[in-house]
C-alpha cells in the first residue's frame, strides 16, 4: 500500500486528501501553519470565494458538496455601480445559474473536519517544507522548534499554493518551466458590515462590482450579512495604492470614484491604513510531476489572479481529473502523474490567461455598453440554440469543458461576435430573427474551417 | 566606506570584482565551488566561448582586455560542412572582423590572479549560499563543514549564474517577475584533438558548423590544437539522445550525418557516452534589483541559450553598463541599482530572445542558398552605405547598441529584405546598383514612418 504525502492543508490538500482517503490509502497531510480550526486563524488572504460548478462538481466526489452549499450564498447577476451610484444587472448564466460566494476560512474547516473523519488520514501542522528529497522520496521538514526532520514518501502531492516550497525544489530540476508575472494593480480588502438586524446593506444575490475603466472595486455577500469588499487598484503611479497616504486622500479618492459606498463603510479609512495592499500573481509552469512521484495541484501549479473567479475551483477540478485517470487508469500508478501533468498542464495556462482577460471585462467592459449589448445578443441565441452556443463565460463557470478548449471556443464566439457587431442597425435588430440567423450563418461558416 | 559583496567568482563576478576595486571599494567575493586554479578545474559546462567587441569593452576597461587577447582565436566565417563533407563560408563581419574563441577556464583564471593583484579584493571559496538575509543585508552560507555563517554587506552583486541562489531568494520578493524556459533540445561535448604535431585537423579561423535543419554541431577551435564540438539535439523522440543508446546507434547516426568529422574524432563514442548531456535554459526576470540593495548581473539576470555567443559578451556588458551609470552619477549610489535595472533589463530579454532565434539561424537557415544570398546582398550594401546599414549579426556583435535597439533594427531590415527577396530576379541582380537602390527607397520608406 502506498504511503500519500500531501504538502498544504489548504483547500486543495484537504480536499486530495479526503479523495486519496476513499480510495484506501494512508494520507499524511502537512502544513506550514498552525491548525486554522484551534488558532481561529483563516488561512492567509482573500476572505471569501466564489465556487461554481467545477468546484462542486469535485465536492460532490469528495461526498462534501452539501454541507458547503449550505454555507454557500447564490450569486445570480452582477450589479454595476456607476459613478452617480445607479444599478444596472447583468445575469451570470442563461438559465439562472449562479456563482456562490464561500468564506475560504468556513470551506477549509469543513474539509479538514471532514477529512479527520477518514482514519486514514492524519493532519501535521506547523511543518515547514525545506526541501524535497526527490531522489530519496523523503520531505523534509523544520518544526516550530527549529528541529528538522525527513518523512518518507511513495507519492508526493504539492498542495502548498502559489508560493510553493516544492514547486522551488521542481525548479532545479532540469526541463522545468515555470513563469511568474506579477500584474503592476495590487488590491485591498475593506469590509461592509452588516445591519444592526443582520441583514445586508445591499442585495445579497449580486456580486458587486464598481468598474472604474483602469481599475475596480467588487464585493461579496458573507453569511452574517456584512460584504467583503476589494479594491484592485495600480500599486504605483498617480492614482495608486502608494499615492494614497493619508485619510483625506483616501476619502476624497473614495467620494470622486465610488461615492455610493462610503456610507456603507464607516470603518473605510480605518481597514484602509489597516489593512495591507496584496499582489498579484500568475503562475505557470510545466511539467506539473517530477518522474512518477511528485505532482503540483492547485495554486502550486496554476496561481491565477482571482478574475474570473476560479482559482479555487481549477485546483477542486485537478482533483476530479486526478480521481478520474485514476479511475480509468484501474487503480494502476504507472505513468499516473506524467499523464495528469500531460493532459491537463495546458488547462491551468488558459485559465491564467482567461483570469487575467477578465480584468480588462470587469473593470472596463462591464460599464461598456456595446460589452453588455454583446452579452445580451449571445445570451438570447443560447436560448434559441442551446446546443449551438455556449458564452465564454458560461463554459468556463457552468460547464466541465477543458479550460483549454473553452479558450478556443471563445476565440471563435469572438470573431463572430466581432462581425455581428459591425451592423450599423445592431442597437435595433440585436433581439431580431436576421440577428440570429446571421449568428447562424457565421457558426456554419466557422464550423466549416474547423 | 561602502562594503561590496560579490556571490560568484565565475567570468562575470571576478570582472566585477575588479571593476568595484578599482573604484577603490573593499570587495569581498563569495564562491561555492573550490578556487578553480588550485583543483584544476574549469568550471562548469562550455569550456570555449566566443567573445566579441561587448566583452573586449568591458576587459578593456578592467585593464586585462590585452592579457585575454593573447588567449583568443579570431574566427572570421562561419565555415558550414555539408551532408558530403562540402565546406562553404560565410564572414562574420562586413569589414573583416572577428568573434573570438577563448577557454572559460583559463579566462577566468587570468581574471581572477588579476583581480587578486588587487588587495582590496578577497576570495573565498566553498561557500554556498543558502540565503540573504534582505532585510538585514546578510548573505547566509553553508560551508564545507557543514557550519553556516553570515556575512554583511552594503551592496550586493549576485553573479552566480544561470542558477543563482540570491535569485531564488529573490523570486519571493513581491512583483519580481521570473521566466525559465528550456529547450527541448540539449547538447553534449565531443572532442576533435590536435594533430601530434599540435596543429588544427581544420581551419582553425572560423566556427564550424553541421547545419542539419532540425539539430546541428559546431566547433570551435582551441589553442592547443583540438576543436571543442558540440552537438545540439532533441533530448527525446526517434532521432535524440535517448534514442542514441547504444554505439552502434551513435556510429551509424554520425556515419549519415556528419561523416566528414568522424575520421577527426578517434574517440567519440567513448565521449558520447562518457561526457553528460546538458540542458538549455532561457532567464528572463524584472527587475534585477532588490531595493538599491541586491542586483543580478550576468547569467543570473538573464541565462541565454548559447547560439548567439553572446551569453558572456552580456554578462561582461553588464559591468560596463554599470561603471557607467556608476560615473553618469558621479559615484553617488542612490538609486544606482534600480536606474540599472529600469535602463538595462530589456536588453537581457533582448538578447535572450535574439539567441532562440539564431538557433534556427544556424542549424537550419545556414544551409539555406537564399539566407545566403540576403546575406550577401546585406553586407555589400552596408559597405556601400556604410551608415545606413549594419546587418543585425553585426549590430549584436561587433557594435554596442543597446540589444533591444538591435532588435527595433533588425525587424525593420527584416521586412525591407523580406521585399527585396520577392523580386524574381534577385539572384541575377543582387550585387546590381537597381537592387541597391530598391534596399536605398525601401530604408527611406521605413524612416518616414518611424
Redesign the interface.
Known amino acids: 500500500m502506498k504511503k500519500i504525502g500531501i504538502v498544504g492543508a489548504g483547500l486543495v490538500g484537504s480536499l486530495q486528501a479526503i479523495m486519496m482517503a476513499k480510495k484506501g490509502y494512508e494520507v499524511q497531510v502537512f502544513e506550514r501553519r498552525p491548525d486554522l480550526r484551534k488558532a481561529g486563524e483563516i488561512g492567509g488572504r482573500s476572505i471569501n470565494l466564489a465556487l461554481s460548478d467545477r468546484g462542486f462538481k469535485a465536492l460532490s466526489l469528495a461526498g462534501v458538496e452539501q454541507k458547503i452549499r449550505e454555507i454557500a450564498l447564490p450569486m445570480y447577476r452582477r450589479c454595476m455601480h456607476d459613478l452617480e451610484g445607479n444599478l444596472s444587472y447583468q445575469p451570470y448564466g442563461v438559465n439562472n445559474e449562479a456563482i456562490y460566494s464561500v468564506s475560504r476560512g468556513r470551506l477549509n474547516q469543513i474539509l479538514m473536519n471532514e477529512a479527520e473523519h477518514y482514519p486514514n488520514i492524519s493532519y501535521h501542522f506547523n511543518k515547514t517544507t525545506t526541501d524535497v528529497d526527490l531522489r530519496n522520496k523523503e520531505i523534509l521538514f523544520k518544526n516550530e522548534d527549529g528541529s528538522r526532520e525527513r518523512v518518507a514518501y511513495d507519492k508526493l502531492f504539492a498542495c502548498d499554493g502559489a508560493?510553493s516550497a516544492v514547486r522551488?525544489r521542481m525548479?532545479?530540476v532540469?526541463?522545468?518551466?515555470?513563469?511568474?508575472?506579477?500584474l503592476?494593480h495590487g488590491y485591498k480588502e475593506l469590509e461592509i458590515p452588516a445591519n444592526p438586524d443582520g441583514t445586508h446593506q445591499m442585495a445579497n444575490d449580486c456580486l458587486h462590482i464598481w468598474p472604474r475603466g483602469e481599475f475596480m472595486m467588487i464585493a461579496l455577500p458573507n453569511l452574517d450579512g456584512s460584504f467583503t469588499c476589494t479594491l484592485f487598484f495600480p500599486?504605483e503611479g498617480e492614482m495608486s495604492f502608494a499615492s494614497l497616504t493619508t485619510e483625506e486622500k483616501v476619502m476624497a479618492f473614495f467620494e470622486r470614484t465610488f461615492a455610493d459606498s462610503i456610507p456603507l463603510m464607516p470603518e473605510l479609512a480605518k481597514d484602509f491604513f489597516d489593512n495591507p495592499t496584496g499582489?498579484l500573481?500568475t503562475v505557470k509552469c510545466s511539467p506539473w510531476q517530477v518522474e512518477d512521484d511528485v505532482l503540483l495541484m492547485g495554486d502550486a501549479a496554476h496561481a491565477v489572479v482571482p478574475f474570473y473567479g476560479q482559482g479555487m475551483n481549477a485546483g477542486f477540478e485537478d482533483c476530479t481529473v486526478f480521481h478520474e485517470l485514476y479511475e480509468e487508469n484501474k487503480g494502476e500508478w504507472t505513468n499516473l502523474m506524467v499523464d495528469f501533468s500531460d493532459r491537463h498542464y495546458k488547462n491551468g495556462h488558459a485559465i491564467a490567461d482567461l483570469a487575467l482577460d477578465n480584468y480588462i471585462e470587469m473593470r472596463d467592459k462591464t460599464a461598456d455598453p456595446d460589452f453588455l449589448l454583446r452579452k445580451k445578443i449571445e445570451n438570447k441565441f443560447t436560448r434559441l440554440h442551446p446546443g449551438k452556443w455556449l458564452p465564454l463565460y458560461s463554459c468556463v463557470t457552468f460547464s466541465h469543458t477543458p479550460y483549454n478548449e473553452a479558450v478556443t471556443i471563445g476565440r471563435k464566439q469572438k470573431k463572430i461576435m466581432d462581425e455581428v457587431m459591425t451592423n450599423p442597425q445592431i442597437h435595433d435588430l440585436w433581439d431580431e430573427e436576421v440577428t440570429m440567423q446571421e449568428i447562424l450563418r457565421l457558426l456554419e461558416k466557422e464550423q466549416s474551417y474547423a
Not at 532540469?174 to 506579477?182: A, I, L
Open positions: 508560493y522551488s525548479q532545479k532540469p526541463q522545468f518551466n515555470y513563469n511568474q508575472q506579477y503592476t500599486l499582489h500573481m
